[in-house]
């Protein structure tokens, strides 16, 4: 089987800001059809200027970016038609209703009039009662859920989500992730940006991670599962040693800097773990243990270390 | 053409009016009728006659295109530039359109409320004075002209202006005063010589002019010129509106 061209491609994508400010460094990325792909980063990284771009918001300075196989610039409107977008910040036009501005977005992305899709659209997202409201009565979550609700409106194969759960409450993030989760469902391809690791980890099918304008990581998600199966056990012991024994070099253990204790890094996803093992062998060696505990590296500390690297 | 994008602008644009149809109609009628106290009242006493017509009856076509001026830029700048204001432009700036249809939404908006407010202070005159419209379809020729090519210059200040102080300075520094000098309340040919010469170098002049003639068959420069003018302007402002747009300036960064 012939492997699906990527419904976006973005390659050598810089952007140097008026200012002179470089946002972003030769950016490689592929999206893949119908996948949810999380795009991590710290503040400032370049998540909502990369998107920015690729919908035409912002001017790129080098490359290019296809979409859905449309160049942004040259064949701009096949590429738009394709996107819907919810930016981080909230805009909105407060004094038109619900109904009239999702309505709106429909009509701007050349799509004829339709009721039952707008219906549809605003009960997922529970703002069906709200729909003859002004949105300057509207609360900031609902505000942010109009917004979707714009994005949606058109029907687009791409969604983009910059934070979307900023400022949403527990419940109410539940549902929208089912509504993102039944878009996918229905083959739309969905990328969102967030801070929050778990977030990423329930909801994406890839993470990209970037970082003052470089993309330092795509993996799928699978591939960090990997690596957080990776556990480590820490066993304190009673006394101090100076060195771990050469009976022990099989295990690759870490010997604390005090000497009190010792660490064995293990995959719980293995067939064996090795701590029976270990534990019988240090007993042999007339080590004595006092405690022992166990540690997960997180996607969190993954992400910590990459963004730290100098 | 994406069609339905012009319509889905327009409409917005005009639902944006019927929510401010105070503002946007009842004040300038009332401002006209003022007009007509002060001027035509009191000074029509004074002066009874300007090249055949009575003194009320001249100031007409001028009082109708110093609101249609005003107000089309006033509407085609605030049009554009609340959204850049409020951040709601991006999604004008990520939807399939292109700028002509951007331009045509907003632009055909502001003067759409323009002419319809020419039209009714026209009305509001008509009760004050008697009003003869020699050639009608040359009077909604010229007023259909200024209202779109200063929709269009008004949309460009909207773009410009990075905040509402500048947003007013151009129509208050610059507008008012061409409009008031332009020859709204006199005929250029009331004035002295060397005056004249200046005034003729007043772009509102040749607007009024030809506006006036297209009533009462009076101007103080040639129909030609005027039609010349007017459209001499349209085209720098549709020129200056398309390299905007061709650089993505102050709407994208
Ligand atoms: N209009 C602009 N002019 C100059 N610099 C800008 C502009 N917009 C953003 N930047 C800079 O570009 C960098 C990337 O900003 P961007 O908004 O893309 O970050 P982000 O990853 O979305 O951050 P956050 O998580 O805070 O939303 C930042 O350093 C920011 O200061
Ligand atoms: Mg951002």
Redesign the interface.
Known sequence: MLAMPPIISVSNLSKT??SGFKALNNINLDIKRGEIFALLGPNGAGKTTLISII?????LSEGNVMVGGHDINRD??????L?G?V?Q?L??????TVW?TVS?????????KNPAHIEKVLKDLSLWDKKDSKIITLSGGMKRRVMIA?ALSHEPQILFLDEPTAGVDVELRKGMWDVVRGLQASGVTIILTTHYIQEAEEMADRIGVINKGEIILVEDKAGLMHKLGKKELKVHLQGRIDAIPASLAAYNLELSDDGHAVIYDYDTKGDRTGITSLLNDLRNAGIRISDLDTRQSSLEDIFVSLVRAP | MNYRAIRAIYLFEMARTWRTLLQSIVSPVVSTSLYFVVFGAAIGSRITEVEGVSYGTFIVPGLVMLSVLTQSIANASFGIYFPKFVGTIYEILSAPVSYIEIVIGYVGAAATKSIILGLIIMATAALFVPLHIHHPWWMLTFLVLTAVTFSLFGFIIGIWADGFEKLQMIPMLIVTPLTFLGGSFYSVNMLPSGWRTVTLLNPVVYLISGFRWSFYEIADVSVALSLGMTLGFLAICMALVWWIFRTGYRLKN
């Not at chain 1, 919908?55 to 001017?59: E, K, L, S, V, Y």
């Not at chain 1, 701009?76 to 038609?81: E, F, I, L």
């Open positions: 800001y008026g919908c035409g918001i912002a001017n701009y409107r096949a590429a738009r038609s996107i977008l930016p910040e805009h909105t036009d407060s004094f038109e009239a709106f977005s429909r009509g701007l992305f050349g799509k004829p714009k």
